[in-house]
């Protein structure tokens, strides 16, 4: 189904739900694939959806390259000339990647003609093709580029675990290691799920940045994200209990970066909910325990988990300043009114984020009985920013009185910020 075909997306875009179709359409009839080579066609399909232009036209050249790629897959020789055809109208447009993207796919099909086995070692030879010369043409670094970002896309399609090796020397080169493109091979690792890539993984995720390149390119139908395949391998034979357990602990273990342990946790779910209490009650002791409140506070409020609050309240007061500010945000987050009494304490406060922190969470929970409270900090809260947040607040659980007192407040606000906010907040209350 389709579920199946999207797979949780964490660091990278996730799949189009056109390309979903696609996957299906072309399960049992590949040539359905060339209606998305089709541009004109393709359009007048995807302008319903009331795209705009930008978007669209991404979507058209991401829906047309994964395409003409799953040809390559699955496509037989008998589509090798409309894929030529293809490839000879790229090249004339000067539409040479794309041009390069259909010639790779047909020479991957004349691959596949002859088995897997002769299929994967010709792939393993593209990855395996030397740097260009130092003389070559920017189009001839281009394909290099392309054949080598192919190959490895395509023994990560067919899971070849035993070009394994291949794929992580490859990611060992400089110009694989130093930049981002290692993601691209990286990707093909993730397809294949084998241990021994698992560190190349990590690295990698330290390194991702969600602006470059590789990352732009959406997840394939049926292909897993960097992150999920991480913890899939690290955790392969534990119960899901172990699992989330190890996620947690990780953190605790002075794991530099978090390796996107919240957004995982978050994908698990209900699941991953009492260990994330326990550990937010009593962090498992390590050198940074405090982390694991952290990500156990985020996914908590991610998951909006009723089962959090009775800890929550009791932590707000007496927990460290850096965890206080984001369990009063928390508590906004799940929005259970049985918080109101620690909230409004915690707005009184002498540290200006968690009084800030605590008027947002008063807002979101949307309980009449703070707005005596947000009223005076915006009269006499020393931060424009809290006052600004309880103006914020006011607006959504505040009445028609409420409108009155913040205009009766405003020539006496100094920061114009705060006041514009109020202006709103007015309007806001007065079109109740």
Do not use: C
């Not at 982390?291 to 007061?317: D, F, Y």
């Amino acid at each position: 189904g389709t579920g199946q075909l999207a797979m949780p997306a964490i660091i990278l875009r996730p799949t189009p739900v056109e390309a979903v179709e696609m996957w299906q359409r072309s399960a049992t009839n590949p040539s359905a694939l060339f209606t998305y080579l089709d541009r004109g066609s393709l359009r007048k399909l995807l302008e319903p959806k009331n795209y705009d232009s930008e978007t669209l036209g991404n979507l058209l050249l991401t829906l047309e390259t994964i395409a003409v790629e799953r040809l390559g897959d699955i496509g037989s020789v008998g589509v090798i000339s409309r894929l030529e055809t293809y490839a000879a109208d790229r090249q004339a447009a000067k539409e040479f990647d794309a041009a390069t993207t259909g010639r790779l796919a047909i020479e991957r099909i004349r691959a596949r003609a002859k088995g897997r086995d002769a299929y994967v070692q010709e792939l393993v030879r593209w990855l395996q093709t030397p740097d260009p010369a130092a003389d070559s043409t920017e189009q001839e670094e281009k394909d290099y580029w392309q054949r080598v970002i192919a190959g490895g896309r395509a023994l990560g399609v067919v899971k070849a675990v035993e070009a394994v090796p291949a794929l992580l020397a490859k990611r060992q080169e400089s110009a694989w290691s130093s930049t981002l493109l290692g993601l691209y091979l990286v990707r093909a690792l993730a397809r294949i799920g084998d241990a021994r890539a698992l560190e190349t993984m990590r690295q990698q995720l330290l390194l991702f940045a969600w602006y470059v390149q590789p990352a732009q390119v959406p997840l394939e139908p049926e292909e897993p994200d960097v992150a999920w395949a991480y913890w899939q391998i690290r955790t392969k034979g534990m119960t899901q209990a172990q699992a989330i357990d190890e996620m947690i602990r990780s953190v605790v273990n002075g794991l530099k970066h978090p390796l996107h342990v919240d957004k995982v946790l978050t994908l698990i779910g209900q699941p991953a909910v009492p260990a994330l209490v326990a550990a937010l009650v009593a962090p498992p002791a390590g050198e940074h325990s405090e982390s694991a409140q952290h990500i156990a506070v985020t996914v908590l409020s991610n998951l909006k988990a009723p089962e959090a609050v009775q800890a929550m309240r009791g932590l707000l007061s007496i927990s460290s300043p850096g965890l206080r500010p984001r369990l009063a945000w928390a508590l906004g987050e799940i929005g259970d009114v049985s918080a109101l009494p620690e909230l409004m304490e915690a707005a009184k406060d002498s540290d200006h984020t968690l009084r800030q922190m605590a008027a947002e969470s008063l807002g979101n929970i949307g309980n009449s009985t703070a707005e005596g409270l947000l009223l005076n900090m915006v009269g006499h809260d020393s931060d424009p920013n809290v006052r600004s947040v309880s103006v914020d607040a006011l607006s959504k659980i505040g009445t028609l009185s409420t409108a009155n007192a913040l205009e009766v407040m405003m020539p006496a606000e100094v920061n114009e910020n705060v006041r514009a906010a109020m202006r709103v907040a007015v309007r806001k209350l007065r079109s109740k």
